[in-house]
């Protein structure tokens, strides 16, 4: 399927578990992002990519380790889960940076028990 | 410290009325806005956008109107739709970084 997917949409795991969320495109964009989405703070950045191999922090990088390989995969590992990072967690894509809108995938909602 | 505003978290408006969301910001660096819909259990989708080189954008419906003495962005919809309810999201970015700052949102609901 073209476009941007995320896997899995609904993760439930413990406090202290390593979780790894993916995330991939089909556009050979070149940037990349990850979001997480808490009431009251509308859509925070984690980390973004600008190209395979690069990779940068966000708002809110604390907790998370990105990697991208490959220029259409970007997972998020959650390196020892913690509740206060149960979020619905977005992937998005955009041709370059800057002054281009970003795509979005669909979502994870993650609950840290 | 929240760079971009939306200061109403909700708006209700009748179906063929005008709809008016606000967005402000407080980094003068800014100079490209979004506005994003988002529907429930979906990703955002884009939705509108303008530089800041100019004061007002339309497409169709939608009209985004730019302020920068007074930093401030709205989106006007006209006329609502039932299918128009959904939580607006608007963005801003300095075009010398790769990332975007994100308002908390204004859930819009559509009377019909």
């Known amino acids: 399927d073209a476009g941007i997917t995320q896997s899995p949409r609904y993760k439930i795991t413990e406090t202290g578990r390593q979780v790894t969320l993916m995330c991939h495109q089909t556009?050979?964009?070149?940037?990349m992002f990850w979001y997480r989405q808490d009431l009251g703070h509308g859509l925070r950045l984690i980390y973004y990519?600008?190209?395979?191999?690069?990779?940068d922090k966000g708002e809110v990088p604390d907790g998370y380790v990105v990697s991208r390989s490959k220029t259409e995969n970007f997972p998020l590992t959650l390196e020892s889960a913690t509740r206060s990072q149960t979020s619905v967690y977005f992937c998005?894509?955009?041709?370059?940076?800057?002054?281009?809108?970003?795509?979005f995938g669909p979502g994870t909602r993650l609950t840290v028990t | 410290d929240q760079q971009v505003k939306q200061n109403s978290p909700s708006l209700s408006v009748q179906e063929g009325r005008i709809s008016i969301l606000n967005c402000d910001y407080t980094?003068?660096?800014?100079?490209?806005f979004l506005w994003y819909k988002k529907y429930p259990a979906e990703g955002p989708t884009f939705l509108i956008s303008?530089?800041?080189?100019?004061d007002k954008n339309e497409d169709g419906r939608f009209t985004v109107f730019l302020n920068k003495s007074a930093k401030h962005l709205s989106l006007h919809i006209v006329p609502s739709q039932p299918g128009d309810s959904a939580v607006y999201f608007c963005?801003?970015?300095?075009?010398?970084?790769?990332?975007?700052?994100f308002g908390t949102g204004t859930r819009l609901k559509v009377l019909a």
């Open positions: 303008i530089s800041s080189i100019k």
């Open positions: 980094n003068s660096m800014f100079d490209y």
């Open positions: 990519s600008a190209a395979a191999d690069i990779t």
């Open positions: 998005a894509s955009s041709e370059q940076g800057g002054s281009y809108e970003q795509y």
């Open positions: 963005a801003a970015s300095d075009s010398g970084t790769y990332k975007y700052i």
């Open positions: 556009w050979s964009h070149s940037y």
